[in-house]
């Protein structure tokens, strides 16, 4: 059991009408809000018309079209807005896209230099702006973590900020505000979801109860993805997803397991740097290939046992039980009807070498679970062809 | 699914030698320190010395000799040497009692009637004094919550301060501190953990990945209690019961179900305020009679389906399956070397119908997964003879 530090300030207001108690949340900050949202899908809700309306007595300044991967053109304008108008607090109301522009923003703010450089530098903030968020979207976990992933597109990079500065203050959970979100959306936040707990279970060493929990929300995931897509307003799977999203990306359950590489995560940011691509959908397609690559005598036990006790599978040993294991996850990333070949998204071999130079370079590859090289990365592409 | 609020503020620092980190967190409040402590363990581990070494820079007092459950008297003490000395921050080394005894220091310190009212009236506390601690023993969780149970042996009475204000700041919780616990206290510690999130699962409404979240962390608890009992220095063992007992406190895993009285607590806090109970020992007697007791065709399906994941038993029907379950749990605490009788521990008829009057008046049984009444609880009292 390894050491670890546990932090999570963040006070969650879980379930229906939580948004009530917006007022009384922003009661703690000063009178100057950015609220900061995406398309207009908040809009369709009735989510925008709600907070403006719960906020009369704010000054409301707004940053709106936040894209999927945020982009530091977008983080840019935010600090710009906030600095002229004094925004004393940012209302992120949105998915993981969003959240995670706001805490870049929350943090350029105070940064007296460079924002890209600030990103990049991974250097400890000073201080950030309070955040709060609303959050309509089951997947990243940024609601209740201390992490932001920015795209810059002029350098094709992608890069994480994780500061505790940028822990939201205060997050509403409300999970009837997923109710809308698109299948194809569903889809991709639940497999991101499921290879957040992935990430922690295949790591260089665990725990008995490490290893229940993370199982605990693997089922979770598995059992209602299917019904969130079928039955977009069934409120039961719909909270589930929520909770085990927040859950599943902020550490509760992997304390104590050795943690190492994010390696699909960190193979994924670099597609999506590249391409525009859904990152629950770059996900699905690398996850399996990355299970076949690394998969060896050594680690086909513990294929074998996730498979078992998460898809109901097993062979009649370890080689083939992880075999299976990894056809079933394949198969349930395709159940959900999200792309399963880099061909399907116009994703062609041009920039695989840089890629894998730098996923290995800034994604640590090189300590995952079973360590990767430029090679084996390059590897692993192609095979998602 | 229900509506929750979550939020745990207090920072972790778990795993050997985060001691050395108590310095840099003390830094964060003035230089009089109120060391509270209970018998002289913390001094034959050397976890006495070391404070005191690590904090030659601090004027610290003592308050030292908190008993298990900790009383009226120690608690105004302890607020006297508080404000006699303008104590800036408590730390708390111990276990339950400890931290309990410190939280209703804190409190006090700031409110100006009497110490029992502010305990019994359960009114919102202003403010309280910052307490850091420094955990001997996996039992409580009360290093990462907000409540403090305090007697009252003039009144006979046993009550719970529940206030966000008490969250302990940081928490150091080093499993090498519990490898001299004896293992009469470990199995203590084990069976209270064990009946945490027995109390959290036979609630009125569950949910899918509560749960599986609940089962794994008692099958935690089945699994390493002996091994820490046969074992005491099984780094592994105690570092999972450790924070596995955390996790069973703070709401973590039971969030979204609907919870209901924690039925046999409330009835062993009026055991313990009666008589000189260790309250693990307390609710493994009481524990297995209420499951008796409250076993019905209606209960019988949720005892069986707890039997099956946490002691592997299971009969031909629900029934069986329920009644195996209920002496699985009994077996398993007896396995531990506890007392299972009251008479085993002295205790007689005399109390039972105070004890039940105030259990059902004080401890909500009547909002109970079973409502319990008076004659339920005497009943239940009666079997533990």
Known sequence: MENFQFCIPTNILFGKGQIENLPQVMGDFGKNILLVYG????????????????????????LSGVDPNPRLETVKQGIEICRKNSVDVILAVGGGSVIDCSKAIAAGFYYEGDTWEMIASHAPLKKAL???????????????????????????????????AVFPKT????????????????????????SHLMEQYFVPATTFMGDLLI????????????????EPDNYEARGQLMWGSTLADNATLCNGNRLAAFSCHSIEHELSAYYDVTHG?????????????????????????????V?????????????????????????????????????????????????VQFGGLSHGWVPLNETDVITILEKCL
């Open 130 to 164: 309070p955040i709060v968020t609303v959050l309509t979207i089951a997947a990243t976990g940024s609601e209740a973590d201390a992490g932001a992933v920015i795209s810059n597109p002029d350098t094709k990079e992608k890069m994480a900020l994780f500061d505790p």
């Open 39 to 62: 398309g207009g899908s908040i809009k369709r809700i009735g989510l925008y018309d709600k907070v403006q309306k719960l906020l009369t007595d704010w000054n409301l300044y707004e």
């Open 215 to 230: 199982e605990a929300v693997m089922k979770t995931v598995v059992k209602y993805a299917p019904i969130a897509m079928a």
């Open 311 to 359: 898809f109901h599978v097993h062979g009649k040993d370890d080689m083939e039980s992880a075999k299976m294991a990894i056809d079933a996850v394949y198969k349930f990333f395709e159940s959900l009807g999200v792309p399963m070949t880099f061909t399907e998204i116009g994703v062609g071999t041009e920039h695989f070498a840089d890629m894998a130079k730098h996923a």
């Open 171 to 194: 997050s509403i959970l409300d999970p009837e505000y997923t109710f809308t979100v698109p299948p194809k959306q569903t889809a991709a936040g639940s497999i991101d979801v499921l």
């Open 281 to 309: 959908v770059g996900l699905a397609i690398i996850t399996p290939r990355w299970m076949e690559h690394v998969l060896s005598e050594k680690t086909a036990p513990r294929f074998a046992h996730f498979g078992k006790e």
